[in-house]
DNA sequence: GTCAGTGCAAACTTTTTGCAACTAC
DNA sequence: GTAGTTGCAAAAAGTTTGCACTGAC
């Protein structure tokens, strides 16, 4: 199944590359691997560390920025911004979920809402051609709502 | 009315500072009458050259972070992060709404609907305690559709 | 061989922090 | 008088950019 899916991104970016006259790169492909190994959510920084870790594979931070330009055109990954650093996942057979952020630990929660993915994708929208959506949710989770800490 | 508002926000940003021992400051009344006299959304370094200009009032960037993080917890205030920098708006009495945002050119516009809105506040949560929450819709503008650019 | 893509480091932008001066209490 | 606040400047953090080198085509 996995591996399914990567080769299946894998030649989604081969035609993406190729309609627009990009190269196929050995890095674009190690990066879309990596970003496809991973679950949830990641930043640059967390790309960065894994691809120097866990693959073989050594890009710059530079590389990255670029390349997650690139699959975010070609509808592989999409963006999220909470907290400091932009966070990214990617999409392709991806469940829409939401998301639930502590204001207090700044811990994010995914969740799924069938009803609620039905209001929005019914919510009528005049001339606008929606590609996602982000629903962020902001309160105190379980832990921090007993302790109203700060960190 | 919008006199009245500002009065009202004042006065709860008064009842803040003193349960939590913090000063009531001019500084942070000026901040407070100025952010409420914006109607959209505004940026730290927007709010700075308003204040600078507009207002007779200047003060640091420093203290403009200092104040909204405050004014963020008293409930006056609420933070969006599209685009590079952090976006902040008043939440007294501002009506909830969602967020299109063209992911072309990048303009942010706000809707209401009333449907999607009971959908969220119905959402099942287990053990969250909702503060507020933002639905960013991605996609391509009416102008964008026409001519796929980047900028 | 050519030019898009990469790595590196420097530059930039936004936000945070340390510290001396100030002031609300 | 004394902490909490402010302003400034320096530092930090994240991202972008310039440029020489590399390698996909």
Known sequence: MEENIKDT???????????NGHRKTPERYAILETI??????FDVEG????????E?????RATLYNTIVLLIDAGLVIKHQFGNTSQYERSYKNETHHHMICTSCGKVTEFEDEALKEAI???PLRNFQVS????????????CQGSKRKK
Do not use: N, P, W
């Open 9 to 19: 991104v894998k030649q989604i970016l081969t035609e993406y590359l190729q309609k």
């Open 36 to 41: 496809y190994s991973i679950t949830g959510h």
């Open 47 to 54: 790309l960065y560390k894994q691809m120097a870790e866990k």
């Open 56 to 60: 073989k594979f050594r890009v710059s």
């Open 121 to 123: 994708a019914g919510s």
């Open 132 to 143: 996602h959506y982000s629903l962020y949710i902001y309160g105190l989770c379980a832990r």
